[in-house]
């Protein structure tokens, strides 16, 4: 992951940017990640804005961005809870908001500024014990990579978050010129 978050601070990754379907980039993203959530008791959910709409973005990198926001919700979520993935537009139709929310443990407000950080690893001690690993779980780099992509899409994304009650993560991407057709799916 470090080598990869290197190349794509760097631009040597090369972002494939056509019109994808907001909405089919959700609904993918949620049945590649219900099994897992299936696993750890997690209900997983969508809220899709139904109408056709078109961001401009790499397909496959964006739904990298969606899939590591959704593993750390369910790693975070404990049985029982809920995760959802969402998208709408906003901003007058200029751009959609694609986002993850929990009901989690939530992110302490001391730590929520540096979740995007590299190397940043928030509280392991309330993820779930089957997430971490020998290495001690992730390697800190999955949030930093996620701005990193969203940021070459011209995108933002943003933390917000309440201990005991849960997490959103949201991050804009353009919407696609009128007369756009959809490109290739994940």
Same mark, same amino acid.
């Given at each position: 992951?470090?080598?990869?978050?290197?190349?794509?601070?760097?631009?040597?990754?090369?972002?494939?940017?056509?019109?994808?379907?907001?909405?089919?980039?959700?609904?993918?993203?949620?049945?590649?990640?219900?099994?897992?959530?299936?696993?750890?008791?997690?209900?997983?959910?969508?809220? $899709?804005?139904? +109408?056709?709409?078109?961001? &401009?973005?790499?397909?496959? *990198?964006?739904?990298? /961005?969606?899939?590591?926001? %959704?593993?750390?919700?369910?790693?975070?979520?404990?049985?029982?809870?809920? $995760?959802?993935? +969402?998208?709408?537009?906003? &901003?007058?139709?200029?751009? *959609?908001?694609?986002? /993850?929310?929990?009901?989690? %443990?939530?992110?302490?407000?001391?730590?929520?500024?540096?979740?995007?950080?590299?190397?940043?690893?928030?509280?392991?001690?309330?993820?779930?014990?089957?997430?971490?690993?020998?290495?001690?779980?992730?390697?800190?780099?999955?949030?930093?990579?996620?701005?990193?992509?969203?940021?070459?899409?011209?995108?933002?994304?943003?933390?917000?978050?309440?201990?005991?009650?849960?997490?959103?993560?949201?991050?804009?991407?353009?919407?696609?010129?009128?007369?756009?057709?959809?490109?290739?799916?994940?």
């Amino acid at each position: 992951e470090l080598l990869e978050l290197s190349r794509i601070e760097s631009g040597l990754v090369p972002m494939v940017i056509e019109p994808v379907q907001a909405e089919h980039l959700v609904r993918e993203v949620m049945a590649r990640m219900l099994p897992q959530a299936q696993r750890h008791r997690v209900t997983l959910r969508t809220e $899709v804005d139904e +109408g056709n709409i078109l961001v &401009a973005a790499d397909s496959k *990198q964006i739904a990298r /961005v969606l899939v590591n926001l %959704v593993h750390n919700a369910i790693k975070f979520t404990p049985s029982g809870g809920k $995760v959802t993935i +969402g998208t709408t537009e906003q &901003a007058g139709g200029q751009t *959609q908001r694609f986002y /993850v929310s929990d009901t989690g %443990v939530g992110i302490r407000p001391e730590e929520l500024p540096r979740v995007f950080e590299r190397f940043y690893k928030a509280d392991r001690a309330r993820a779930k014990t089957d997430f971490i690993g020998p290495g001690g779980g992730g390697s800190g780099l999955g949030l930093a990579i996620a701005r990193h992509v969203v940021e070459a899409h011209g995108g933002r994304i943003t933390a917000e978050s309440r201990v005991g009650h849960g997490s959103t993560f949201t991050f804009t991407l353009p919407v696609a010129t009128r007369g756009a057709t959809p490109g290739g799916s994940l």
